[in-house]
C-alpha cells in the first residue's frame, strides 16, 4: 500500500532562517505531488505541484520554493524565513491519472519567531 | 472554475445525535466530490468519495454522503455522532478531466461534540 512521510513534524525557526521541509510517498510511481498550507482557522492553500521530476508549478507569489529531486520525494524550501511563513504545512499526493483523490502527509506544523 | 462552499464554519451537536454537514459546489459538469476530516494537528484522512453511479456513498467510520446534482449539493451525514467525531470536516470538488491540482477544498467546517 501506498504511504506518505512528512517531516519535521514540528519547527521553530528564526525570521530569516532558512526552510527545508522534506516529503517522500512510497508504493506508487510517478506520483502527482503537492505542498499545501493552512494557516490558522483557514482552509487549505495549495502552494506547489509537481507532475514529475523537476517540474515545479507554483500557485501563489511567496517567500517559498519547492524542488523535486526524485520521482517520489518532494521539498519545500525557504531562504529567508518571514513570519507571515508560519502554519501548517501538508505534502500530499495522487496517481498522476485524472480526476484523482489526493491523500495527505502528517503534516509540518511551522512557527517562524 | 469549479468552488465549493461550506456554509457552516462550526457545528455543536451532542454525542449520540445525528449530523449533517453541508456542501454546495459549482461545477459545469458532475464533478469528482470528496469528504476528508482533520483531526488537531493532524493531516486530511478521506472519509468517501463520489465519482459517479450511486449518489449516496458510504464511507469509513460510519459517515454518508449523498450528491444531490439538482442542488449542487454533497452533504455529509452520519446518525449517530461520537465523542471522537470532534475534529474539521473538509468538503472537496475535483475535475474528473484534470489532475488533483484542480481540486477545489471548502474552508472546512469544524465540529464540536458535546456530552
Known amino acids: 500500500s501506498q504511504t506518505i512521510h512528512q517531516w519535521p513534524a514540528t519547527l521553530v525557526q528564526p525570521v530569516g532562517s532558512p526552510l527545508s521541509l522534506e516529503c517522500t510517498v512510497e508504493g506508487t510511481s510517478n506520483p502527482n505531488l503537492y505542498w499545501y498550507r493552512q494557516a490558522a482557522g483557514r482552509g487549505l492553500q495549495l502552494l506547489f505541484y509537481s507532475v514529475g521530476i523537476g517540474q515545479i508549478s507554483s500557485e501563489v507569489p511567496q517567500n517559498l520554493s519547492a524542488s523535486r529531486p526524485q520521482d517520489r520525494q518532494f521539498i519545500l524550501s525557504s531562504k529567508k524565513l518571514l513570519l507571515s511563513d508560519s502554519g501548517f504545512y501538508l505534502c500530499?499526493?495522487?496517481?498522476?491519472?485524472?480526476?484523482?483523490?489526493?491523500?495527505f502527509g502528517e503534516g509540518s506544523w511551522l512557527t517562524v519567531v | 472554475a469549479q468552488s465549493v462552499t461550506q456554509p457552516d464554519i462550526h457545528i455543536t451537536v451532542s454525542e449520540g445525535a445525528s449530523l449533517e454537514l453541508r456542501c454546495n459546489y459549482s461545477?459545469?459538469?458532475?464533478?469528482?466530490l470528496f469528504w476528508y476530516v482533520q483531526s488537531p494537528g493532524q493531516g486530511l484522512q478521506l472519509l468517501l468519495k463520489y465519482f459517479s453511479g450511486d449518489t449516496l456513498v458510504q464511507g469509513i467510520k460510519g459517515f454518508e454522503a449523498e450528491f444531490k446534482r439538482s442542488q449542487s449539493s454533497f452533504n455529509l451525514r452520519k446518525p449517530s455522532v461520537h465523542w471522537s467525531d470532534a475534529a474539521e470536516y473538509f468538503c472537496a470538488v475535483g475535475d474528473p478531466w484534470s489532475g488533483g491540482f484542480k481540486t477545489i477544498f471548502g474552508a472546512g467546517t469544524r465540529l464540536f461534540v458535546k456530552a
Open positions: 500530499a499526493w495522487d496517481e498522476g491519472r485524472a480526476g484523482n483523490t489526493i491523500y
Open positions: 461545477y459545469g459538469a458532475t464533478p469528482y
